[in-house]
């Protein structure tokens, strides 16, 4: 599928309510998590020793909560693209959750919501529901039932 594509920063306001994606899938590796815990000082076993978390709650390492949410930017290039903007600035984030723990070797994909738009001086701020989405083939849809992360993401969009 490809990316939906904004030519303009205004173009989003007729958006409200279109559902995004999915984009492609990513493979979540043992090694981008190592890097994440280095780079954030957090090595909890559940992370980082996949021995100690084969016997754990989880059976496996599984990926922090803040590197799933960090992966956005990467997995949104295949949901959704913004021409007509010198520059597209993180607002900040509305609510983020983690229904479920993201195991290492997983596959994920992402998809999204414009859930708000409206236009200020400084350009466009939009809203957008993002859904990080685990690949099980086990399933009619081939996703698992609850997502590894929701996560209401705040942009403005500052035209060119």
Same mark, same amino acid.
């Given at each position: 599928?490809?990316?939906?594509?904004?030519?303009?920063?205004?173009?989003?306001?007729?958006?409200?309510?279109?559902?995004?994606?999915?984009?492609?899938?990513?493979?979540?590796?043992?090694?981008?998590?190592?890097?994440?815990?280095?780079?954030?000082?957090?090595?909890?076993?559940?992370?980082?020793?996949?021995?100690?978390?084969?016997?754990?709650?989880?059976?496996?390492?599984?990926?922090? +909560?803040?590197?799933? %949410?960090?992966?956005?930017?990467?997995?949104?290039? *295949?949901?959704? $693209?913004?021409? @007509?903007?010198? =520059? /597209?600035?993180?607002?900040?984030?509305?609510?983020?959750?983690?229904?479920?723990?993201?195991?290492?070797?997983?596959?994920?994909?992402?998809?999204?919501?414009?859930?708000?738009?409206?236009?200020?001086?400084? +350009?466009?701020?939009? %809203?957008?529901?993002?859904?990080?989405?685990?690949? *099980?083939?086990? $399933?009619?849809? @081939?996703?698992? =039932? /609850?997502?590894?992360?929701?996560?209401?993401?705040?942009?403005?969009?500052?035209?060119?």
């Amino acid at each position: 599928m490809s990316p939906r594509a904004f030519d303009r920063p205004t173009d989003v306001l007729a958006a409200v309510g279109e559902q995004l994606g999915p984009g492609g899938w990513f493979r979540l590796t043992q090694q981008r998590v190592d890097t994440f815990a280095e780079a954030t000082d957090d090595h909890q076993w559940i992370h980082v020793d996949p021995e100690r978390a084969a016997a754990g709650p989880f059976g496996t390492t599984v990926a922090h +909560g803040y590197l799933t %949410l960090s992966l956005l930017p990467a997995l949104s290039a *295949d949901v959704v $693209t913004w021409a @007509g903007c010198s =520059a /597209r600035i993180n607002y900040g984030s509305d609510r983020v959750r983690y229904p479920r723990p993201l195991p290492v070797g997983s596959r994920i994909r992402a998809r999204a919501e414009v859930v708000d738009a409206s236009e200020t001086t400084a +350009g466009v701020h939009v %809203l957008l529901r993002w859904t990080v989405e685990i690949e *099980d083939l086990s $399933t009619q849809s @081939g996703v698992a =039932a /609850r997502p590894a992360c929701v996560a209401e993401i705040r942009t403005l969009l500052v035209p060119a």
